[in-house]
């Protein structure tokens, strides 16, 4: 009998699903992280730093800050409002050097 064989076994320290085969085993870990969003996950850090229009030096610490991001934020009005935010910088930045070359044109005051 089986007992004889494997005592462990027979005793039900160990089941069968521990002598799973490993193609099953994968197929099971792939399931759970599905399931637990972690596939969904990772796809957008990954799809996020394709699109990154520039590509930062350090891959890994752009996906470990992404994933590390709080929960809830919206990430697309992030990236919409820094867009804005660098229009702006860039039409001040315009100004600023319009400005000082006005400045730059005038009269010095006579002493």
């Known amino acids: 009998p ?3 064989l494997c005592p462990v076994m027979a005793s039900g320290l160990i089941n069968a699903a521990t002598f799973q085969a ?3 085993k994968k197929e099971e870990f792939r399931r759970y ?3 637990s969003g972690v596939i969904d996950a990772l796809t957008k850090v ?3 730093l394709y699109e990154e229009p520039e590509k930062p030096a350090n891959a890994l610490d752009f996906i470990k800050m992404t994933l590390g991001a709080p929960t809830g934020v919206d990430v697309e009005a992030l990236k919409a409002e820094n867009e804005q935010l660098r229009l ?3 039409e001040m930045t315009l100004k600023l050097e319009e400005a000082t ?3 730059e044109e ?3 005051p006579a002493e």
């Open 88 to 90: 702006k910088c860039d």
């Open 46 to 48: 990954l799809v996020g």
């Open 106 to 108: 005038m009269p010095a």
């Open 101 to 103: 070359k006005k400045l």
């Open 33 to 35: 992280l599905e399931r």
């Open 22 to 24: 490993p193609d099953a």
């Open 2 to 4: 089986l007992s004889l």
